[in-house]
């Protein structure tokens, strides 16, 4: 290389990584110099960026003193990251979070009902003000709510099996064979698909509904109370699914949370159990008729938790005016709705939520047995400090349960002993 031409280069490098410090220096400015606040909203989903995006720009043209900028970080270190960072206090303004209580009671949350007034809740679904409420005050602005669990199927191989899709609606799981009609109905549907159902370690999709259906409970008084005969019915019989090869084996679904979905995409799956979170996937992929109905009846009749996203506001923000004006934004009828304007999910508040069902609707979707399976009771999902490791803890021996080396009554026992002991530690 000639001189010359090595200098252009070195000054062509230089004037790269000029451009790239600008960049970063201007990205990480906090926009007071501008004569804007910026307010940061962490999140763990892509898919939502839009809408929230959408929504955001809707609030920054009343506000104009005000930036929203949204934070990514994946589901994979959501939680462990946003523990981090509040601990070292550089947690953002705002952040999603279902499982606050360890938050809350370390006083790192804003009071909702001192933010916004006691009155706002009243715009909120039920079941998430009572989520997000602990020792009498609401610490998180609900976002969305899942609805209940209901049974995606496969049409076209339903009518190869020459099974109606009402007698999937009309099932019922029980450990008495005499009562028991679900498995005949899979067993019937095992010669046209590989897997005919998705019993699998799902804890809000599968494991809690069996819990709630079999009359158990998950805790009680924030204390976990599930190995019991009804737990050991409801675990017992998922189990015994996967084992007749009427579901996909543990090995799969144990490491994947997506595998059981792809199977139903693929066609290898006739009925596939899960949330409204699903739908638009469903919607969007798969090549083949599609319904929805409700989840198998239990001996207790169908129950299913429902579970809620909310925004917290981070007590520690530099900015708490801001923080509070954003918050009040994202719990408002406008702010809210675009969440449900392309199906994504429900809206927390009560007056947008015909947006979701609307958009279903238009496309040939009847979204009503996400919302019909709660009418019979609503399983809780669990919560206290110390939560999250109590999960964690109990996680690796539900695994080996689902995977048939661990007795289910005696893998019970330790996993509930191990999720009390991890409550015990915090």
């Known amino acids: 290389m000639r001189v010359k031409d090595s200098t252009r280069v070195v000054l062509g490098i230089a004037l790269v990584i000029a451009m790239l410090v600008g960049a970063a220096l201007w990205l990480g400015r906090d926009g007071e110099s501008s004569g804007r606040t910026v307010v940061?909203?962490?999140?763990?989903?892509?898919?939502?960026?839009?809408?929230?995006?959408?929504?955001?720009?809707?609030?920054?043209?009343?506000?104009?003193?005000?930036?929203?900028?949204?934070?990514?970080?994946?589901?994979?270190?959501?939680?462990?990251?946003?523990?981090?960072?509040?601990?070292?206090?550089?947690?953002?303004?705002?952040?999603?979070?279902?499982?606050?209580?360890?938050?809350?009671?370390?006083?790192?949350?804003?009071?909702?009902?001192?933010?916004?007034?006691?009155?706002?809740a009243a715009a909120w679904d039920p079941s998430a003000v009572d989520q997000f409420t602990r020792g009498g005050k609401l610490w998180a602005v609900p976002q969305f709510v899942d609805g209940g669990s209901a049974v995606f199927y496969n049409r076209d191989l339903l009518e190869r099996a020459g099974v109606d899709p009402g007698a999937v609606t009309a099932a019922r799981w029980s450990p008495d064979?005499?009562?028991?009609?679900?498995?005949?109905?899979?067993?019937?549907?095992?010669?046209?698909?590989?897997?005919?159902?998705?019993?699998?370690?799902?804890?809000?999709?599968?494991e809690l509904p069996y819990l709630g259906s079999a009359g158990a409970e998950l805790q009680r008084d924030e204390r976990f109370e599930f190995a019991n005969a009804q737990g050991n019915a409801a675990f017992g019989y998922l189990v015994g699914l996967i084992r007749d090869g009427l579901s996909p084996s543990a090995a799969?679904?144990?490491?994947?949370?997506?595998?059981?979905?792809?199977?139903?995409?693929?066609?290898?799956?006739?009925?596939?159990?899960?949330?409204?979170?699903?739908?638009?996937?469903?919607?969007?992929?798969?090549?083949?008729?599609?319904?929805l109905t409700l989840i198998p009846q239990g001996p207790k009749g169908r129950i299913s938790t429902n579970n809620s996203i909310a925004v917290a506001g981070n007590a520690a923000s530099p900015h708490p005016d801001q923080t509070r004006r954003v918050l009040a934004w994202l719990g408002s009828a406008a702010g809210n709705r675009h969440l449900g304007l392309t199906g994504a999910t429900i809206p927390a508040v009560l007056s947008e939520q015909h947006v979701y069902r609307d958009y279903w609707a238009r496309h040939g979707v009847d979204v009503t047995p996400f919302f019909e399976v709660l009418r019979d009771g609503r399983m809780a999902g669990g919560s206290g400090p110390g939560f999250p490791a109590a999960l964690e803890a109990m996680d690796p021996i539900l695994a080996e349960?689902?995977?048939?080396?661990?007795?289910?009554?005696?893998?019970?026992?330790?996993?509930?002993?191990?999720?009390?002991?991890?409550?015990?530690?915090?």
């Open 40 to 120: 940061r909203l962490r999140i763990w989903d892509e898919s939502f960026v839009p809408a929230y995006r959408a929504s955001l720009d809707e609030f920054e043209r009343a506000n104009p003193d005000i930036e929203v900028r949204i934070t990514l970080v994946p589901w994979a270190s959501y939680a462990r990251k946003l523990r981090l960072d509040v601990a070292g206090g550089i947690a953002d303004d705002l952040f999603w979070t279902g499982l606050y209580e360890d938050y809350a009671d370390s006083g790192r949350l804003v009071d909702i009902g001192a933010a916004l007034g006691p009155q706002a």
């Open 177 to 206: 064979d005499a009562v028991d009609t679900f498995r005949p109905l899979l067993r019937r549907l095992h010669a046209v698909a590989p897997w005919p159902y998705n019993a699998a370690k799902d804890f809000q999709s599968i």
């Open 252 to 291: 799969d679904t144990n490491t994947s949370g997506d595998f059981a979905k792809n199977a139903f995409l693929q066609g290898k799956m006739a009925l596939f159990q899960s949330g409204s979170f699903t739908l638009a996937t469903i919607a969007q992929q798969a090549g083949f008729r599609w319904g």
């Open 401 to 426: 349960m689902f995977l048939g080396r661990v007795p289910v009554d005696v893998a019970l026992r330790r996993a509930q002993d191990a999720g009390n002991a991890a409550l015990d530690q915090r």
